[in-house]
């Protein structure tokens, strides 16, 4: 029976991060994933991540962004408007100093460099856990190939459906918008410049995310769930002329190269992200709506925050799994998650109120906040992850 540190449970971009940073300590980890891990990647997919700053200086510390940045996006400016138009923010990354507010980045591209970062250590796949056993102050994990393995600590990065959380039986509170996301690659008459441009409808938001290629752009359409039924059914060329006419002809006619897909769209919060020998990271423990392009990045910091935690424990010679260690992990990360899930909801359901008065309120306060840097300013710092604490190496 092999012996691990660290069992990680769940091979997209959290769970690699995480087995990335913990083997560049020189802990022993290995990875469980339930399906085959695809090491190519050919081309840009609607699967895509709104990278920001810090978490770009932590795709650099793991060595893996030389691999990303020939075909990762900056994103250097974002136009904000309402369904009435009467409303517009405007961001730049030249008022915080920074050449980009972040970067556009295809998951597949990121899941491919980070696996071929981890050729050194043991990966278990397409193979998924069936049972634990907790024995002293170890974990003897039960395979469904009847492998087992003993670690200290079990991470479950596993998504939203997450086995390892069921196997805590952690209690979540959930929320659901009643909505759902389309994607889709989408190509643009007029060049995108490398600025995001969102619309908030009372429906939902509606974003084009810049790709490489400076007429490509990214779809993500939030509607609620009888419009994107709706939108899912029409064909290409209506579905494109909705978009066209939604986005009031910012990139001019629009097109679809690629096939649509849809998600429901879920808020999703654990009450504690660990208990003794387990931890949670990323959708695993929390899921947000996308109108922010927050959801990926705060799963990064979840795996650095864990892994600069584990590093302390291990030179204060104390167990891995220790309820104790683990517990300042969830003060850590839900001291930082929980005020931008908060927002997220109360943001969605700011435009989604439909009124002449409340109309005009938010409109003036959104034109006011475009007159003001300072608080622009201020925005811009925390949707490039500059938090409070963040780990040694990422300062």
């Known amino acids: 029976m092999k012996k691990y540190d660290v069992v990680i449970v769940g091979a997209g971009m959290v769970g690699l991060s995480l087995a990335t940073l913990l083997n560049k300590d020189n802990f022993s980890v290995c990875v469980i994933e339930s399906q085959k891990i695809n090491l190519s990647y050919d081309q840009p997919t609607a699967r895509v991540s709104a990278i920001h700053l810090t978490s770009q200086k932590l795709l650099d510390y793991l060595g893996v962004w030389e691999l990303l940045k020939t075909d990762a996006t900056p994103l250097q400016k974002m136009h904000i408007w309402d369904h009435a138009q009467h409303a517009q923010l405007h961001f730049n ?14 998951n597949s591209a990121i899941i491919s460099a980070l696996r071929k ?19 002293k102050n170890k974990i003897i994990l039960f395979l469904n190939n009847t492998e087992k393995i003993e670690t200290d600590l079990i991470v479950g990065a596993d998504g939203a459906n997450s086995w390892v959380r069921e196997q805590m039986q952690m209690n979540m509170h959930t929320r659901s918008y009643y909505q759902q996301s389309i994607i889709a690659v989408i190509k643009t008459e007029l060049p995108h410049d490398n600025i995001a441009y969102q619309k908030f409808l009372t429906t939902g938001p509606v974003a084009l995310l810049p790709l490489k290629n400076k007429n490509h752009t990214a779809l993500v359409w939030s509607a609620d769930e009888n419009i994107s039924d709706e939108l899912m059914k029409n064909s290409d060329d209506i ?66 925050c864990l892994a600069q935690i584990l590093r302390e424990a291990r030179e204060n010679k104390k167990s891995l799994g220790d309820f104790r260690v683990l517990r300042r992990y969830t003060r850590w ?6 005020p931008i899930i908060c927002a997220m909801r ?16 938010r409109d003036f306060t959104i034109n006011t906040i475009d007159q003001q840097l300072t608080i622009k300013k201020q925005l811009m710092q925390i949707a490039t992850g500059k938090s409070k604490e963040l780990p040694s190496f990422l300062q």
């Open 346 to 361: 109360q943001l969605k359901e700011l435009f989604a109120i439909d009124s002449n008065a409340f109309n005009y309120l």
């Open 117 to 135: 970062k981890l050729s050194d250590i043991d990966f278990y796949q397409p193979v998924s856990p069936e049972k634990c056993l907790i024995e």
């Open 93 to 106: 990354s030249d008022d915080i100093q920074q050449t980009e507010m972040g970067w556009i980045v295809d």
């Open 333 to 338: 990360r839900k001291s930082e998650n929980t």
């Open 239 to 304: 579905f494109a002329e909705k978009l066209t006419r939604t986005l009031d002809f910012k990139l001019g006619k629009l097109k679809i190269i690629s096939e649509r897909a849809s998600f429901s769209l879920i808020m999703r919060h654990a009450s504690d992200y660990v208990s003794s020998h387990f931890a949670l990271v990323g959708d695993a423990a929390h899921t947000i709506h996308p109108l922010a392009g927050l959801g990926v990045n705060l799963g990064l910091m979840d795996a650095a």
